[in-house]
């Protein structure tokens, strides 16, 4: 019988990022626990062969569930998760557009449905930015804690000078769920970075030292579960893949790391830290959950500190997602980041 505490400690080569940049859309009120209502989108979900694929707590024809106001991040009701993919790309290269000739690989990861469903997100990015690349690929089915698990496939497409294109986004449309009281709410977001081998001689942003994955199935249904018992979950889950991670850098001390993840709220982030014994920095969205860019915002957000404090500075980014994946990455973000344009770039990639 299978262990259904799946876990892969495989480690990977050092991951190097050389530009990364991140994208949320305006701000916009919602008083639904829905996603955005968009018209054309998922009709099908509605037809008596779709009963199956929307949450059960979404009757036929039902397009939103009533909830106290919030805001969060909205794109656009006729902006797909790939114009907000292309939306970060672009920004990526808007200083440094000559950088496109050294992708040759094209990643894409997304948990949410594009609202144009024959649609190809990773296509898309190739199309509009990498004629140029030789693979492009789509990975979904990690819930929103896919990323890691990308920077582990992208590796093994890295050759020497040049580099992969990874990029995340996602957008919350009804009759899927938006906000879960007393657990997350989702924002729309995306974010891309560039990535290839540590080069000689080269100075990039960061470089992924270790990555380590787990899936754990969640423990009941996720719309009649409680939000306690989901709570307690996601941190037993996530701090197990951290210990993971740590067991396999015994040389790194933990009270020296910096732990950086999902915006899950202060309160789930300090449990986790005190239970770590690390120190936690809260994501610049602490209460509202980025989705599957999440981790690309974390990565961001260590980058900045290393920039402010101009010294190299290692941190644990986790992810964890209520479908029951969950990773952490070992990071090292090194000094002398440059912003240009919105986006962090290496030394050798600025035009400054």
């Known amino acids: 019988m299978q262990n259904p505490h799946l876990q892969n400690r495989r480690d990977i080569g050092p991951v190097a990022i050389y530009a990364l940049a991140t994208h949320l859309p305006a701000s916009r009120p919602h008083k639904s626990l829905l996603g955005t209502v968009v018209r054309s989108a998922y009709n099908h979900l509605y037809q008596p062969a779709g009963n199956y694929s929307r949450p059960s707590i979404v ?11 919030y805001e969060v991040p909205t794109a656009g009701d006729q902006e ?6 292309s939306i970060a ?9 000559q950088a496109k000739q050294a992708v040759s690989a094209v990643f894409h990861n997304q948990c949410t449905l594009d609202q144009q469903i024959s649609g190809s997100g990773c296509l898309r990015i190739q199309h509009d930015h990498f004629d140029q690349a030789e693979l492009a690929m789509m990975i979904g089915q990690l819930g929103t804690a896919g990323i890691p698990t990308v920077f582990r496939l992208a590796s093994l497409s890295f050759k020497s000078g040049r580099m992969a294109c990874i990029s995340a ?3 919350w449309i009804s009759p899927f769920v938006r906000s879960v009281p007393g657990v997350l709410t989702y924002g729309d977001a995306s974010a891309a970075c560039l990535a290839g081998n540590v080069e000689a001689g080269s100075d990039p942003l960061a470089v992924i030292e270790g990555i380590a994955t787990r899936c754990t199935p969640p423990p009941g249904d996720l719309w009649s579960t409680s939000a306690a018992v989901q709570r307690h979950y996601l941190l037993d889950h996530v701090r197990n893949v951290i210990e993971d991670l740590l067991s396999q850098h015994p040389d790194v001390r933990r009270d020296e790391l910096l732990l ?10 300090a449990e986790l830290s005190a239970s770590l014994g690390m120190a936690s920095v809260p994501n610049f969205h602490s209460d509202i959950h980025l989705s599957s860019a999440s981790p690309l915002f974390a990565l961001s957000k260590a980058i900045s500190l290393a920039a402010e404090q ?14 029951g994946h969950a990773a952490a990455m070992l990071l090292r973000a090194c000094a002398g980041a440059v912003q240009e344009n919105g986006a962090w770039l290496a030394r050798s990639m600025s035009t400054s």
């Open 169 to 171: 986004s996602d957008k």
């Open 89 to 97: 790309v672009g920004k990526l290269l808007a200083s440094n557009p």
């Open 260 to 269: 950086i993840g999902d915006g899950y709220g202060a309160d789930f982030a």
């Open 59 to 69: 009757r036929r024809g039902v397009t939103s569930i009533a909830s106290p106001v």
């Open 80 to 85: 797909r998760t790939a114009d907000l993919a």
């Open 310 to 323: 101009d010294r190299t500075q290692r941190s644990v980014i986790w992810t964890v997602s209520q479908s």
